[in-house]
């Protein structure tokens, strides 16, 4: 499957990416963009926040943020960067990611450790699971979960999302979760 494109992609053109917003109930989140490589590289400063995540240098963190630009432009998604409403403080990253060598389209979650047990990635992410329905014609939405990765089990838990497969993912051990469009609230 190659990525599949949001179904009015066409409207969110290069030049109107930075238009584009999804907002929750506390939450602002927006295309994450080169313009966020400092907030990138200090959220994975910590190494609470990177402990299950692939490591990533800047140059690391360039490529990511042109790639989900890239993505933003062609397909009409990608990561977000979240930000708090009332402050318009940067708490961290989320969005849907296409991994192409499992063809799936992922909802993603980190955000900055002392944001941490305020019920923020779980409403980040339920917004971005309604909006993949409404928008991606694909039949799930995955989150692929380090096993030992008990914060993030219990945000997939909480978000209605079940256990797929085992896998393997950024070289490390995986449990590929699930969120079915049918099993939508
Ligand atoms: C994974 C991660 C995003 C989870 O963050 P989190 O804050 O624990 O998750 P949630 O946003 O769902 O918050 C749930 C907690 O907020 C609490 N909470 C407080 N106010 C709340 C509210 N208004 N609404 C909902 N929950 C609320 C819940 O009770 C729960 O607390 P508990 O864990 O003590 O039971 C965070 O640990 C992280 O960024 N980790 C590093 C990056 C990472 O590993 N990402 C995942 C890769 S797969």
């Known amino acids: 499957m190659i990525q599949p494109r949001a179904v009015d992609a066409s409207a969110i053109d290069a030049s109107r990416i930075d238009a584009f917003e999804l907002a929750s109930a506390r939450l602002l989140m927006r295309p ?97 699971i309604e909006w993949g329905f409404d928008h991606l014609d694909v039949p799930y939405l995955t989150a692929n979960i380090h096993p030992e990765n008990t914060a993030s089990l219990a945000v997939a838990r909480r978000l209605g999302m079940e256990a797929l497969r085992e896998d393997v993912f950024h070289e490390m051990p995986s449990i590929v979760h699930a969120r079915f469009r049918d099993s939508r609230a």
């Open 32 to 128: 994450l963009t080169s313009a966020y490589l400092a907030e990138m590289v200090d959220l994975y400063r910590d190494p609470e926040v990177t402990r299950f995540l692939a490591p990533l240098d800047e140059p690391g963190h360039r490529r990511r943020l042109e790639e989900s630009e890239r993505s933003w432009a062609t397909c009409g998604y990608g990561r977000a960067a979240v930000h708090e409403r009332s402050s318009g403080a940067f708490l961290g990253r989320t969005g849907l990611q296409y991994w192409p060598e499992f063809e799936e389209v992922e909802v993603g979650w980190a955000f900055r450790r002392e944001v941490w047990g305020r019920g923020y990635a779980t409403e980040a992410a339920r917004a971005w």
